[in-house]
T-cell receptor
Framework: GENVEQHPSTLSVQEGDSAVIKCTYS??????FPWYKQELGKRPQLIID?????GEKKDQRIAVTLNKTAKHFSLHITETQPEDSAVYFC???????????FGTGTSLTVIP | KAGVTQTPRYLIKTRGQQVTLSCSPI?????VSWYQQTPGQGLQFLFE???????NKGNFPGRFSGRQFSNSRSEMNVSTLELGDSALYLC?????????????FGEGSRLTVL
């Protein structure tokens, strides 16, 4: 089955700096790659996603890039703010879209 | 509209007991999936149901089972509890629209096994 690896497991950045989280996947048939943010004590929520027919997608300070050949995708957060502090999970979905494989998460701390 | 509701939110069991967790999806969502969340392991897929049928199952022992009812509500059951089953169990519902596969998570049921 699919295997998703996520790095780093923890990340600390100064407020205003950029943060990058990287994930790799193993199944070339995976075609949908969402990113979820989980604040402390809260439920995971989708922040951005990308499909395999797109190389990059942006939403304000957040962007995701996908390299299908290398089977890796990354989350980029620019101008980080303290409220960006959370655990971020990448995921890859099965071609049918009914099974998601999550990375182990990255705990991001933005230092004011 | 109401979000995904999970009950109970917290529970404490002892080894050998069994537990049943409940999940009510967002109205109109027919896909319900379950995940186990533990520190360092992230979110591990348990199973997914659609229209009362289990379509996928993760790599968990047979002690973990689930079902879905005609109103899309789902339950998962863990029998013969072990200490390692202590975790946050998250349920997620999805409309499985062709344009988005967004999962809507509940707040989870935190299980502690003593």
């Amino acid at each position: 089955g699919e295997n998703v690896e996520q790095h780093p497991s923890t990340l600390s950045v100064q407020e205003g700096d950029s943060a990058v989280i990287k994930c790799t996947y193993s199944d070339s048939a995976s075609n949908y790659f969402p990113w979820y943010k989980q604040e402390l004590g809260k439920r995971p929520q989708l922040i951005i996603d990308i499909r395999s027919n797109v190389g990059e997608k942006k939403d304000q300070r957040i962007a995701v890039t996908l390299n299908k050949t290398a089977k890796h995708f990354s989350l980029h957060i620019t101008e980080t703010q303290p409220e960006d502090s959370a655990v971020y999970f990448c995921a890859a979905s099965s071609p049918t879209g009914n099974q998601f494989y999550f990375g182990t998460g990255t705990s991001l701390t933005v230092i004011p | 509209k109401a979000g995904v509701t999970q009950t109970p939110r917290y529970l404490i069991k002892t080894r050998g007991q069994q537990v049943t967790l409940s999940c009510s999806p967002i109205s109109g969502h027919r896909s319900v999936s379950w995940y186990q969340q533990t520190p360092g392991q992230g979110l591990q897929f348990l199973f997914e149901y659609f229209s009362e049928t289990q379509r996928n199952k993760g790599n968990f022992p047979g002690r973990f089972s689930g079902r879905q009812f005609s109103n899309s509500r789902s339950e998962m059951n863990v029998s013969t509890l072990e200490l390692g089953d202590s975790a946050l169990y998250l349920c997620a519902s999805s409309f499985l629209d062709l344009h988005t596969g967004e999962l809507f998570f509940g707040e989870g049921s935190r299980l502690t096994v003593l």
